[in-house]
T-cell receptor, first 114, second 115 residues
């Protein structure tokens, strides 16, 4: 049973618009969440994270929102650029009582059209 | 060289071959991981070496054998693999601290094809 779900396998967005990637989790012990970005033929690279004590974390064009009651997080990219085209993985881990090893979703392939 | 490196980047092997994947991290981390990424599946954790402790996913077949001689090097020994083992094998490392967060840094992966 998947504990971290990315239900949209792909997303297509026009350059300059907002990209919203969604992630849901089922394990209430998760308290730390990460987003990774992966280009073809490369390993995933860490993008942004958020702790459960926050509901928002921002880094430049990237913002992650966390809704603990809904067990949902999302990654917003504004404005989207063609170079953002990649597969985005959501991951979750639990530092207190859970496992520190992140559990990954299947990924969402983002395509940003010029 | 910086970050996490993996060799070889591509590997084609027959089912009777024995080969090894190598990973090296230059980040001063104290935990290393092997992941398997198959098409349209989540990253599957295979093995973890953390603070001299080994953790493994019990569903990983014994034809995969990890070795971690020190905190900077990690190997994955492969023998009598099956075609369904064809996948991207990713190595990662992280800095484990007491109560701290665990951000993993990945290598570029080895694309393995088993014929």
């Amino acid at each position: 049973d998947q504990q971290v779900k990315q239900n949209s396998p792909s997303l297509s967005v026009q350059e300059g618009r907002i990209s919203i990637l969604n992630c849901d989790y089922t394990n209430s012990m998760f308290d730390y969440f990460l987003w990774y970005k992966k280009y073809p033929a490369e390993g995933p690279t860490f993008l942004i994270s958020i702790s459960s004590i926050k509901d928002k974390n921002e880094d430049g064009r990237f913002t992650v929102f966390l809704n603990k009651s809904a067990k949902h997080l999302s990654l917003h990219i504004v404005p989207s650029q063609p170079g953002d085209s990649a597969v985005y993985f959501c991951a979750a881990s639990g530092r207190t009582g859970g496992s520190y090893i992140p559990t990954f979703g299947r990924g969402t392939s983002l395509i940003v059209h010029p | 060289e910086t970050g996490v490196t993996q060799t070889p980047r591509h590997l084609v092997m027959g089912m009777t071959n024995k080969k090894s994947l190598k990973c090296e991290q230059h980040l001063g981390h104290n935990a290393m991981y092997w992941y398997k990424q198959s098409a349209k599946k989540p990253l599957e954790l295979m093995f973890v070496y953390s603070l001299e402790e080994r953790v493994e996913n019990n569903s990983v077949p014994s034809r995969f054998s990890p070795e971690c001689p020190n905190s900077s090097h990690l190997f994955l020994h492969l023998h009598t693999l099956q075609p369904e083992d064809s996948a991207l094998y990713l190595c990662a490392s992280s800095l484990r601290t007491s109560g701290g967060v665990d951000t993993q840094y990945f290598g570029p992966g080895t694309r393995l094809t088993v014929l």
